[in-house]
C-alpha cells in the first residue's frame, strides 16, 4: 500500500535555529513529490515539486531535496513567520490519474 | 497567480439538507479536486475530474456526487449531510495530473 509519513509531527524552534522535517514515502514508483504550506483556517499553499532522485529546489529559507525512499525540508535561520503546517504529498504509478496521496505534516512554531 | 475560489468559508447545514459546495478556478486547469481535511486523518480525496462532464472516484466517495458543467467549475454535492460530514472541504485545480494542485482557501462544513 503507497504511504507517506512525515515527522516530527511537531517541532518547536526558536528564531534563527534551523532544522529539517522529513517526508518518506513507500510507493510503486515515484511520479512526483510536492511540498505545501497549511496556515491555519486555509487552504494549502504550493510551495515545491520534486521529480527525481537528487532534485533540489529552493525558495527563500526553505529548500527541499529528494532521495528515493525520503524527502527533505530544511528551513534555514526561520522567522516567525515561517510557523505553519507543513505537508508532504506524493503521486504513486498506478495511482488514480491526479491522485496525490498526503502525509498528516508537521506543525512547525518558531518563537521569536 | 492561479486562484481558485470556494463560495463559503463556513457554512452550517441540517441532518438530511443537501449541500452544494462550489469551486472556481481561473487558470483554464484541465483537471480538479474535492478534498476533506480532518484531524489526525489528514487530506483525502473524495472526487476529481479531468475534463468537462467527466469525473473519477477518489478514497471517499460515499454520500457525495460531483457536478462539471463548464470547466471552470466543480460542485460538491451532498445529498443528504449527515453529522459525519462535518469537516474542512478543500477544492484544488492542475494543469495536468502530474503537475502542482493549487488549492482554495476551503469551507468549513457544521452539520448538525
Known amino acids: 500500500e503507497d504511504q507517506v509519513t512525515q515527522s516530527p509531527e511537531a517541532l518547536r524552534l526558536q528564531e534563527g535555529e534551523s532544522s529539517s522535517l522529513n517526508c518518506s514515502y513507500t510507493v510503486s514508483g515515484l511520479r512526483g513529490l510536492f511540498w505545501y504550506r497549511q496556515d491555519p483556517g486555509k487552504g494549502p499553499e504550493f510551495l515545491f515539486t520534486l521529480y527525481s532522485a537528487g532534485e533540489e529546489k529552493e525558495k527563500e529559507r526553505l529548500k527541499a531535496t529528494l532521495t528515493k525512499k525520503e524527502s527533505f525540508l530544511h528551513i534555514t535561520a526561520p522567522k516567525p513567520e515561517d510557523s505553519a503546517t507543513y505537508l508532504c504529498a506524493v503521486q504513486a504509478d498506478g495511482g488514480s490519474q491526479g491522485n496525490l496521496i498526503f502525509g498528516k505534516g508537521t506543525k512547525l512554531s518558531v518563537k521569536p | ?112
Not at chain 2, 447545514?13 to 469551486?23: A, H, P, S
Not at chain 2, 445529498?79 to 468549513?108: D, V
Request: glycine share 6%.
Open chain 2, 1 to 112: 497567480d492561479v486562484k481558485v475560489t470556494q463560495s463559503s468559508r463556513y457554512l452550517v447545514k441540517r441532518t438530511g439538507e443537501k449541500v452544494f459546495l462550489e469551486c472556481v478556478q481561473d487558470m483554464d486547469h484541465e483537471n480538479m479536486f474535492w478534498y476533506r481535511q480532518d484531524p489526525g486523518l489528514g487530506l483525502r480525496l473524495i472526487y476529481f475530474s479531468y475534463d468537462v462532464k467527466m469525473k473519477e472516484k477518489g478514497d471517499i466517495p460515499e454520500g457525495y456526487s460531483v457536478s462539471r458543467e463548464k470547466k471552470e467549475r466543480f460542485s460538491l454535492i451532498l445529498e443528504s449531510a449527515s453529522t459525519n460530514q462535518t469537516s474542512m472541504y478543500l477544492c484544488a485545480s492542475s494543469f495536468e495530473p502530474i503537475y502542482e494542485q493549487y488549492f482554495g482557501p476551503g469551507t468549513r462544513l457544521t452539520v448538525t
